[in-house]
């Protein structure tokens, strides 16, 4: 017996809530999986339909935002890395009083350094994403420029059709 698959559409509400959900765990550092186990329960879809979904009809529409979450996510996690890295060190420090204290401030600055070089990538891989949404806005900009020259004669010409049709200029050429 082969088993019949049932087709259950989408609604706009649902596509919307599903976005919104995987944008926000790619900020918290979660992994877009984890957002599809959070999006099912949520929903009230599958993980696979929700995963689904989104790689084949929702993610080329977030793509901007995708990134820019997985940005923040990423840096959000470099953050808390180095306060439990930190929180570790002292932690270790009280359970072995053995270790030599600058040794230790050693290995605190040691983790907090690669934390920020870390950190830093991450601005410039941001200030780039900056420059190009910039030059993004101003080719915009030249395009409306462009537009509002050519609409200034958008009512002569108006007129003009007006005109046109009122002496049946415009009948004669039909």
Not at 18 to 29: D, E, H, K, P, R
Not at 64 to 92: M, R
Request: aromatic share 6%; with cysteine.
């Amino acid at each position: 017996m082969v088993k019949k698959r049932s087709i259950v559409i989408w609604s706009e509400h649902e596509d919307t809530q599903l976005a919104t959900i995987i944008i926000n765990n790619l900020q918290s550092g979660k992994t877009q999986l984890q957002a599809f186990q959070t999006a099912s329960q949520q929903i009230g879809r599958t993980t696979s339909a929700c995963g689904f979904r989104w790689n084949n009809n929702l993610r080329k529409k977030y793509e901007d935002s995708i990134e820019e979450a997985k940005i923040s996510g990423k840096a959000l996690k470099g953050v808390l890395s180095v306060k439990e890295s930190l929180t570790n060190t002292s932690d270790n420090n009280k359970a072995s009083d053995v270790q030599d204290p600058i040794t230790s401030i050693i290995n605190s600055v040691d983790v907090v350094r690669d934390k920020l070089i870390g950190m830093s990538k991450y601005i410039l891989e941001l200030e780039s994403q900056l420059s190009r949404k910039d030059k993004e806005i101003s080719d915009l900009r030249k395009e409306v420029s462009e537009i509002n020259y050519y609409s200034e004669d958008l009512p002569l010409l108006k007129l003009l059709f007006k005109k046109a049709h009122e002496i049946g200029f415009l009948d004669k050429i039909s």
